[in-house]
């Protein structure tokens, strides 16, 4: 008796697409076929279709599954592996589970760790948004805690609206208020925040990665005038020739 592809297919508890690429990886073995050009698949093929699945179904990649297949004895290595490697992606689910009940909790957004998220009195733009997102890439863990009760905490302020709708060709009078308004802000801020830590300091991927990231994500983020009161703004807080420009969105908020 023989069996047509879509046959051993149902047969096996697979599909066509699944018979069809075991074959182009060299997993299966072509059959023979009629005399009208169909494939005629025998008891051998569909035992061995059979163990395949069962690999499949136990979470064997194809690639351990050409290693393993046809192995007579007990795998265990192999079983060891794919046991070690489903306990991590376990954890791994436990931890997203428990994330996602957090941020349900608080109707959080999903791109942003729970730990960032906002307050309900905290207005983020899409920008500000962006850029949280990329910090947390740069951050350790202390880092993170201490920025998230920042963003949590933060005022809301019209000032910032003001900022995020700050044309590029914004004329210098027009920066320059600006910049006076945003400082007592920013200070008031700095003083009520007075353990914030840099974020260049400890950097996990080293202080001058850090700060050529974030150099390059501002001038992606922010126009011209927007970074010129940036900078202007943070010379005079820092009292410094050089502004903090990883700080400048969650401050702000």
Request: glycine fraction near 6%; hydrophobic fraction near 40%.
């Amino acid at each position: 008796m023989s069996w047509s592809t879509r046959e051993i297919a149902e047969l096996a508890g697979t599909s066509l697409r699944a018979v069809r690429h075991y074959h182009e990886v060299g997993l299966l073995a072509e059959p023979e076929r009629r005399a009208n050009g169909y494939k005629q698949y025998g008891v051998p093929h569909l035992v061995r279709l059979l163990r395949i699945k069962r690999l499949v179904d136990l979470g064997f990649s194809l690639n351990q599954i050409a290693e393993t297949v046809d192995e007579g004895e007990h795998p265990g290595q192999a079983l060891r592996t794919l046991d070690a490697e489903l306990a991590a992606t376990i954890e791994r689910l436990q931890r997203a589970r428990l994330e996602l009940a957090t941020l349900i909790d608080l109707r959080a957004p999903a791109d942003l760790p729970a730990e960032l998220t906002p307050g309900e009195a905290t207005a983020l733009s899409e920008t500000d948004r962006s850029l949280l997102l990329v910090m947390t890439r740069l951050m350790n863990g202390e880092q993170l805690q201490a920025y998230g009760a920042l963003v949590r905490n933060l005022p809301v302020h019209p000032i910032n609206r003001e900022f995020d709708e700050l044309p590029a060709d914004a004329g210098e009078p027009i920066r320059q208020d600006l910049v006076e308004r945003m400082v007592p802000y920013l200070r008031r801020l700095r003083q009520d925040n007075p353990d914030l830590p840099d974020l260049y300091t400890d950097a996990p991927r080293g202080e001058k990665f850090v700060r050529e990231t974030m150099e390059t994500v501002l001038r992606e983020l922010y126009n011209p005038a927007q970074l010129d009161v940036l900078y202007r703004t943070y010379v005079i807080v820092d009292e410094s020739t050089q502004p903090r420009p990883g700080l400048n969105a969650t401050e702000r908020r």
